[in-house]
């Protein structure tokens, strides 16, 4: 069910600041991934050390790192996307976490607060939220609209729930975090490789 946004007030819990400010971030390659982007191409394993989750993405993305945030791995697409412009001219983008905060809920927010603070970045709306299966796990999704200078986007933030069953001290639990977004430019994947990539979900870490 689709909802008017309000202001939420709840601050960035953990990592979830850095995880979503890389976006007005230099950027350098790490690595690339070729093939012609048809359904039978080979396809892209994207996590990185200390990261409870991983997913697979479609040829036709790379790999890119921010220097100030090397922890945080992420996709892009199109793999003409290079230099320190490559999120900016991003079509696709794909980006793991693993944090700490209060509920699933919260660290849902805390990721798209901070997707919000890139520059130029206004958030639209929700287009749903709620409890949902992340890989074969049941976690929580939140999936809303947002624009930045050249584009409309659709993203959604999946959790998943990848630490012990009791809270910390100061009551946050661990969580895994798949942020994944598509703009309306020409040429931009399908909004349903979201789903795709959500739903590819391997957990290779944490608690099971």
């Given at each position: 069910?689709?909802?008017?946004?309000?202001?939420?007030?709840?601050?960035?819990?953990?990592?979830?600041?850095?995880?979503?400010?890389?976006?007005?971030?230099?950027?350098?390659?790490?690595?690339?991934?070729?093939?012609?982007?048809?359904?039978?191409?080979?396809?892209?394993?994207?996590?990185?050390?200390?990261?409870?989750?991983?997913?697979?993405?479609?040829?036709?993305?790379?790999?890119?790192?921010?220097?100030?945030?090397?922890?945080?791995?992420?996709?892009?697409?199109?793999?003409?996307?290079?230099?320190?412009?490559?999120?900016?001219?991003?079509?696709?983008?794909?980006?793991?976490?693993?944090?700490?905060?209060?509920?699933?809920?919260?660290?849902?927010?805390s990721v798209e607060q901070a997707v919000g603070t890139a520059p130029g970045v206004k958030l639209g709306n929700i287009?749903?939220?709620?409890?949902?299966?992340?890989?074969?796990?049941?976690?929580?999704?939140?999936?809303?609209?947002?624009?930045?200078?050249?584009?409309?986007?659709?993203?959604?933030i999946a959790v998943v729930p990848t630490g012990s069953t009791s809270p910390n001290a100061q009551g946050n639990h661990?969580?895994?975090?798949?942020?994944?977004?598509?703009?309306?430019?020409?040429?931009?994947?399908?909004?349903?490789?979201?789903?795709?990539?959500?739903?590819?979900?391997?957990?290779?870490?944490?608690?099971?």
């Amino acid at each position: 069910m689709s909802e008017t946004r309000s202001n939420p007030s709840l601050r960035p819990v953990g990592r979830a600041a850095t995880f979503g400010a890389i976006a007005a971030s230099t950027l350098l390659i790490a690595g690339c991934g070729g093939g012609s982007g048809s359904d039978n191409a080979e396809r892209l394993l994207l996590s990185g050390p200390n990261i409870n989750v991983a997913v697979t993405i479609p040829a036709g993305w790379h790999q890119v790192i921010d220097s100030s945030n090397p922890s945080t791995p992420e996709m892009v697409s199109p793999v003409t996307c290079m230099g320190n412009q490559e999120v900016a001219c991003a079509t696709g983008l794909a980006r793991l976490a693993t944090f700490t905060a209060p509920s699933p809920e919260a660290a849902a927010q805390s990721v798209e607060q901070a997707v919000g603070t890139a520059p130029g970045v206004k958030l639209g709306n929700i287009i749903s939220q709620g409890p949902s299966k992340v890989g074969h796990r049941d976690g929580y999704q939140l999936r809303f609209n947002f624009s930045n200078p050249g584009a409309k986007l659709v993203s959604e933030i999946a959790v998943v729930p990848t630490g012990s069953t009791s809270p910390n001290a100061q009551g946050n639990h661990e969580f895994s975090v798949i942020l994944v977004w598509v703009s309306d430019a020409p040429g931009a994947p399908k909004q349903d490789v979201i789903d795709q990539i959500i739903g590819s979900a391997l957990f290779v870490g944490g608690q099971p």
